[in-house]
């Protein structure tokens, strides 16, 4: 299956601890996007790549996470001294081409417990 | 800023009938698209159906229609003939069809949950 990927599923981390995920996109995909969804909540917009240019983040994106998309292929998603408010599901999507009607195709997410 | 607006946390339909789930949406811009994605228990997001701003025509894909009334901002989604795999969660997203500024990202709804009744 070609997909969007991500791993791990889940983590379950202690509050102050550093955690990184990864995201694979589908194969030739030039954008890529990452979406925090809280419980009750629609998924909300942090950031996004075309090829390995981290074009946007959203003002979620504190200066404790950082995202980046090296050859342009995966990425990665960090946060340092992580805290229980970011708890939450980190969804990865991923699409071609520029046109905003281009779908992007969402991975299974990874879910974060911080405790 | 747009906003997108889900009013119905959840919904209740029995198998083979039609439900319809509201979306508002407010925005100042002409050009846009609109989506509805469905979010199934423990697995990944897939989209629905799609609209795009100019056109008039609602959107069909099989069971799913919206009706789009631009004037209103308002973008609901039909299903008809509902089915046990039907049941999930529901977002309505909004994108900008501005090349120039933030290009492509979605911006959603809090979701209506539905549950399909046998």
């Known amino acids: 299956d070609t997909g969007v990927s991500q791993n791990p599923r889940h983590k379950i981390t202690k509050r102050g601890q550093n955690v990184t995920f990864r995201c694979d996109p589908i194969s030739e995909h030039n954008r890529l996007y990452w979406y925090r969804q809280t419980l009750g909540q629609g998924p909300e917009f942090l950031t996004y790549f075309q090829n390995e240019a981290q074009l946007e983040k959203s003002r979620l994106l504190s200066d404790r996470f950082s995202a980046e998309r090296p050859k342009g292929s995966f990425s990665t ?16 999507a991923s699409s071609l081409g520029q046109s905003p009607y281009n779908e992007q195709f969402f991975g299974p997410g990874t879910r974060l417990t911080v405790l | 800023a747009q906003t997108v607006t889900q009013s119905q946390p959840e919904m209740s339909v ?19 698209y609109l989506f509805w994605y469905k979010q199934p228990p423990s697995r990944q997001m897939i989209l629905v159906i799609r609209q795009e701003a100019y056109k008039q025509q609602n959107a069909t894909e099989n ?53 399909v009744k046998p």
């Open chain 2, 14 to 32: 029995q198998e083979a009938e039609t439900v319809t789930l509201s979306c508002t949406y407010d925005t100042s811009e002409s050009d846009y």
């Open chain 1, 77 to 92: 998603l960090e946060i340092q001294r992580t805290e229980q408010g970011d708890s939450a599901m980190y969804l990865c």
């Open chain 2, 63 to 115: 069971r799913f229609s919206v009706n789009f009334q631009k004037a209103a901002k308002s973008f609901s989604l039909k299903i008809s003939d509902s089915q046990l795999g039907d049941a999930a969660m529901y977002f309505c997203a909004y994108r900008s069809e501005n090349y120039g500024g933030s290009q492509g990202n979605l911006i959603f709804g809090k979701g209506t949950k539905l549950s």
